[in-house]
């Protein structure tokens, strides 16, 4: 089992910044696709930034590229999403994911996802208002 605690949403203004973290705890072997993915009110899950554990590869979300910085603290097993020049679509709700899966799926999971996969923290608010 693995657990996953997000931390660090809020509100702030459209251009502000914000940094959510999540910790993990639990068995987590080498070949696992963990990063964020987010959902805003009406809209579909779609994945923000993911990275593939074995060898650190980074995907973002087209519509959060130059913006939107991941990063890891592996030795604290902790998760950072560093999210910069934040607009009113950035609104939602974000999760922290952790999927055993190939980096193929991890590159391809940067979109509107749907069905059931990995795990799933609690989520964690992020509101930007204009």
């Known amino acids: 089992q693995v657990q996953l605690v997000e931390s660090g949403g809020g509100s702030v203004q459209a251009g502000g910044s914000l940094r959510l973290s999540c910790v993990a705890s639990g068995y987590l072997h080498s070949s696992y696709c963990m990063g964020w993915f987010r959902q805003a009110p009406g809209k579909e899950r779609e994945g923000v930034s993911m990275s593939y554990t074995a060898d650190s590869s980074t995907y973002y979300a087209d519509s959060v590229k130059g913006r939107f910085t991941f990063s890891q603290d592996s030795a604290k097993k902790t998760l950072y999403l560093e999210m910069n020049s934040l607009k009113t679509e950035d609104t939602g709700v974000y999760y922290c994911?952790?999927?055993?899966?190939?980096?193929?799926?991890?590159?391809?999971?940067?979109?509107?996802?749907?069905?059931?996969?990995?795990?799933w923290g609690q989520g964690t608010q992020v509101t930007v208002s204009s």
């Open positions: 994911v952790a999927v055993p899966a190939t980096r193929e799926w991890c590159k391809s999971s940067v979109q509107v996802m749907r069905g059931n996969f990995g795990y």
